[in-house]
């Protein structure tokens, strides 16, 4: 993984202290008035604060909205205030008001690129979910590992709905353990025959560990498609790690191989300090995280992680009247 290499696909926007007290005076307001996030109303009431963010940061998350801005956004403030208390040794018995204010600066910002969905499966179905490491999950291709590599891969790769651009907040990184990506610049670099392989509906993605517990289901039916769609500019469908090809179909195995070592190869660190921010958008890149020893004593790092669709009413057949949360397929 390289940690230096330019990379024409990632922006980054460092906002100055005045700009960022503009937007804190709207956020301490609306803690006053609401106390947590968990009142969907208060989403509206944010759209409504837009030009209380700086025009020039504006004009970026336009740029995502549209995708003729770039893959990966990083957006980067005068420090946050750690005061959250410790990281939660699981997401599941976390004080939400605890974090009200830094999820009203995540939902401030991400709210000008996209409508916040999330999933019934995970993590009980909640708007806001927890990126923190648990203990017995070290080794799991989710969020809450934190000793092995999380492996690059698209958010939800197997479903239809999927987001369009995923938002991490940054809360606590002590040891600035990096979010790693690569952008679909690297298509570059693969062949055309490769190509024309990896356009095929020949590769069965299944939902991660997390989805499956969750909706009780212990042999779901694989879902074949393409891991490359679109136009001369193809978008990505990769998760290496729930991603297999049919037995015998040795030339879509080998191109998929070489299309993960090409992403692999073009992967660079994103370091993120309390109080940045990343969007990524979920169909331009791929994203993951080094791996990292975890303590448990309430120092280790810690994200909030909101997920955003450009087209809310797309999935209004997979959600309850009044909710945000699709139900697995």
């Known amino acids: 993984m390289r940690e230096s290499a330019p990379v024409p696909d990632i922006q980054e926007i460092v906002l100055t202290a005045q700009e960022t007290r503009h937007a804190d005076d709207v956020i301490r307001r609306l803690v006053s008035e609401y106390g ?62 605890a974090t009200a204010a830094h999820d009203l600066w995540l939902a401030l910002v991400s709210i000008q690129v996209g409508d916040p969905v999330c999933w019934q499966t995970l993590q009980d179905g909640r708007l806001f979910n927890d990126v923190l490491p648990i203990e017995g ?46 952008t679909a610049g690297a298509l570059a670099e693969v062949s055309a025959e490769d190509h024309e392989l990896l356009r095929r509906p020949r590769f069965a993605l299944l939902p991660d560990p997390e989805h499956l517990k969750a909706s009780g289901s212990v042999d779901p039916s694989p879902v074949w498609r393409p891991v490359l769609f679109g136009g001369s500019r193809p978008y990505l469908r990769v998760d290496p790690a729930y991603t297999t090809t049919a037995p015998g179909d040795d030339a879509s195995a080998r191109a998929f191989s070489r299309l993960c070592r090409r992403l692999e190869g073009a992967l660079v660190p994103v370091r993120l300090r309390p109080g ?46 009044g909710s945000r949360a699709l139900a697995l397929s």
């Open 276 to 321: 940045d921010l990343v969007l990524i958008d979920n169909y331009r890149a791929v994203h993951g995280r080094e791996p990292f020893t975890p303590r448990y004593d309430g120092t280790d790092r810690w994200l909030r992680k909101l997920t955003l669709t450009f087209d809310l009413q797309q999935s209004s057949g997979r959600r309850r009247a």
């Open 137 to 182: 999950q070290e080794h799991a291709q989710t969020g809450h590992s934190s000793v092995n590599t999380l492996d690059f891969h698209v958010e939800d790769a197997f479903d239809d709905d999927r987001c369009d651009v995923l938002a991490l907040l940054c809360l606590r990184n002590r040891d600035l353990t990096a979010t790693t990506v690569a």
């Open 36 to 97: 947590t996030t968990d009142d969907l109303g208060l989403l509206a009431g944010l759209a409504e604060h837009r030009d209380r963010l700086p025009v020039r940061l504006t004009d970026v998350l336009a740029g995502v909205r549209s995708r003729l801005g770039s893959a990966v956004t990083v957006v980067r403030r005068p420090r946050l205030d750690e005061n959250v208390g410790p990281t939660p040794s699981h997401w599941r018995p976390r004080g939400r008001a």
